[in-house]
């Protein structure tokens, strides 16, 4: 994790959720996780961290195949998976556009009042009510009643734990499952 930023960091600074400013040629492409002058930590997360950072690639290909786009973006990624929680969570969410500054290694930047681990499973949380969305509109009584019960046994944080594990998210060389 990365500390704060020098006072007075710059005219060009993001304002995080909690009033604190970082200036965003301080995060880097390895950051997960922003020290603040706040005392909390708050998630980073880039437009090069690939969706895989929160679920395993063969959801990511489900999530690719299945949701068509209407942006710029080729296919459904992590721009899309942190609009959804800046939907939900407006006030908890800073968004950088950097698609002007070549110095960074970034085109968007998020930097969410949640930690990382808690981003993880807000993130998780939303691609299960996306899925519940989706199934609800199935013809198939079984399949909708087979994805209930799957849900039911669930557990989100198990999850996040496990993945997380897996992950190794100590490190910034982590590698997609």
Not at 49 to 68: G, K, Y
Not at 115 to 136: F, P
Request: hydrophobic content about 40%.
């Amino acid at each position: 994790m990365a500390d704060a930023p020098v006072p007075g960091a710059g005219d060009d600074g993001l304002e995080l959720p909690c009033g604190e400013t970082v200036d965003p040629h301080e995060i880097d492409l390895g950051m997960r996780e922003y020290n603040c002058p706040c005392g909390d930590t708050h998630a980073v997360v880039t437009d090069v961290h690939p969706p895989s950072r929160f679920v395993p690639e063969s959801l990511v290909a489900v999530l690719e195949e299945t949701i068509d786009t209407d942006d710029e973006f080729e296919s459904f990624g992590t721009p899309h998976l942190l609009g959804i929680v800046l939907e939900e969570f407006p006030e908890k969410v800073a968004v950088h556009d950097a698609s002007d500054d070549g110095a960074v290694g970034y085109t968007l930047l998020w930097v969410t009042d949640f930690d990382a681990r808690r981003l993880h499973e807000v993130v998780v949380e939303l691609i299960v009510e996306l899925m519940e969305h989706a199934v609800s509109h199935a013809e198939d009584d079984a399949a909708i009643t087979e994805f209930e019960s799957q849900m039911l046994e669930f557990d989100v944080g198990e999850f996040v734990d496990q993945y997380r594990r897996q992950r190794e998210f100590e490190s910034e060389h982590d590698q997609p499952l």
